[in-house]
């Protein structure tokens, strides 16, 4: 069975590249998102990564670990990174992980960058 994910890549102005996640980051689309996450860190003219889950129907341990070291990668190469629109179930586990403060999750309406 293929999970069904996609993510869709814009530039939000400013050096901050927005990766909107749609479906479900388990261990079957982890690999996939880290890759995405880091092939945005590393263009000249970025400077902070947004991962909006707005879209975002499932989150397992997998997905929270490819979120973790998205962030990880993203921070080694200088830029900034935050997680955007997590609600609901995937917010709750983002939150029951403890990892919601160390992926700097946010609204849209609060923008800091760590």
């Not at 901050?16 to 998102?33: F, K, M, N």
């Not at 629109?85 to 800091?112: C, F, K, M, W």
């Amino acid at each position: 069975m293929v999970t069904p994910f996609a993510v869709t890549k814009r530039d939000d102005g400013a050096g901050v590249h927005r990766l909107a996640i749609a479906g479900e980051l388990d261990e079957d689309t982890s690999e996939a998102l880290i890759d995405v996450i880091i092939n945005a860190a590393e263009h000249l003219d970025v400077s902070t990564v947004v991962v909006d889950l707005r879209r975002v129907t499932f989150l397992s341990a997998g997905g929270v670990r490819a979120l973790l070291r998205g962030c990880q990668a993203t921070l080694e190469r200088g830029r900034g990174f935050r997680v955007v629109n997590a609600t609901g179930y995937v917010y709750q586990v983002l939150r029951i992980s403890g990892v919601h403060r160390s992926l700097a999750v946010t609204t849209e309406r609060d923008v800091p960058a760590r």
